[in-house]
């Protein structure tokens, strides 16, 4: 049988929810990964380090005995952030940086920034205290089409915003488009992406040929084959520029498989064997290891995992649903075959 063998990964893209939803998410993840970044799209928004703190509390009470996990926290930045928020964050190894999220770009984003040009004093200090800032790259203009929306955010902002501040130390979160590629290629180290494996498994054509299909509906949206082809390239190259990041991002059934569904795709539990196909499909799993246990640990300058994960190629069906306090949760690829699964031999 065939057998890959990893260092522990690490998701540094990742939504945990809150409260119920904690004894779903939290053993689903740290089963398999060490360390994730705790997105802070909670309502209301985790804005402060004593916010996340008492968040990353809740999270760890969810914690199975047998299970290490090391939740990393992202603060939301928002027009009411400071200099202090910036300074405290900075002192504190269980925060990882701020998430910014353009006002009304995705789920839970209406508390998100308002004013770009605002946030010049915030920049300038994370950049000199080299707090990384993680961005939600979308535009929300009315006028602007979804499918455009990244592209226009880096022209618009991402591109202005390193020019002037060139060392701050920023990741474009699950990028999307060619033009993301090409944009994070065009910066310094200091600058990288993370990639889901929707957006290395599927385009636009999973979501809408044959019926809409609720489950592959994220933020943002998948785009066409081309771009697809432009991410597979960017996670093979073994750039430490592109690393793992699932963006799980689990929402009920019913307000998925509805007439205004939410956007997000609960991948935990498939998450590291819907990269192994990836990887595999491409003649390429050895390139697994780096892009899922290193190149984000050294990115955010955090030691690599000791620990190893193996997965055997062993056909294993997704579950078609996952329960949660009387709730039902459906993953991302439900009742689909994945050929790679965790070996606990
Ligand atoms: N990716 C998504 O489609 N949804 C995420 C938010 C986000 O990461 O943009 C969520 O919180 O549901
Ligand atoms: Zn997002
Ligand atoms: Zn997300």
Redesign the pocket.
């Known amino acids: 049988m065939r057998t890959v063998t990893i260092p522990r990964p690490d998701d540094w893209h990742l939504h945990l929810r809150d409260e119920a939803m904690l004894a779903l998410t939290v053993p689903a993840t740290a089963q398999v990964f060490n360390r994730c970044v705790v997105m802070p799209n909670l309502v209301p928004p985790v804005t402060t380090v004593a916010l996340a703190m008492a968040y990353r509390q809740r999270i760890l009470a969810q914690l199975p005995a047998s299970m290490s996990f090391d939740p990393k926290m992202a603060l939301y930045l928002t027009d009411k952030t400071s200099l202090e928020d910036v300074e405290q964050a900075a002192a504190n190894p269980d925060v990882i940086g701020f998430k910014l999220y353009p006002s009304g770009a ?1 789920t839970n984003s209406s508390a998100g920034v308002k004013s770009m040009a605002a946030l010049d004093p915030l920049l300038e200090k994370m950049a000199a205290l080299q707090v990384p800032l993680l961005v ?1 790259g979308e535009v929300t203009d009315a006028d602007i089409d979804i499918f455009d929306r990244e592209q226009v955010f880096i022209e618009r902002h991402l591109q202005p915003m390193l020019a002037k501040f060139p060392t701050l130390k920023l990741v474009l ?2 990028i999307t488009t060619g033009n993301a590629v090409d944009f994070v290629l065009s910066q310094g180290d200091n600058v990288a992406a993370t990639i889901t494996p929707q957006h290395l498994l599927m385009n636009r054509n999973d979501l809408l040929v044959g019926g809409i299909r609720p489950h592959n509906y994220c ?1 943002p949206i998948l785009k066409r084959r081309e771009h697809q082809m432009r991410l597979q390239q960017a996670a093979l190259s073994a750039n430490p520029k592109f690393f793992l990041g699932t ?1 799980s991002a689990p929402h009920v059934q019913a307000n998925k498989e509805t007439s205004c569904g939410c956007a997000g795709c609960f991948s935990a539990p498939a998450a590291i064997e819907l990269y192994a196909e990836f990887f595999d499909q491409h003649d390429s799993l050895d390139k697994l290891a780096d892009f899922a246990s290193g190149f984000g640990a050294d990115f955010y300058g955090l030691p690599r995992n000791n620990e190893t994960l193996t997965l055997k190629q062993h056909p294993w069906q997704v579950p078609e649903q996952v329960s949660v306090a009387q709730q039902q949760v459906v993953p991302y690829f439900a009742g689909e075959t994945l050929n790679w699964q965790i070996s606990r031999d």
């Open positions: 995705t939600h979160e699950h933020l963006d």
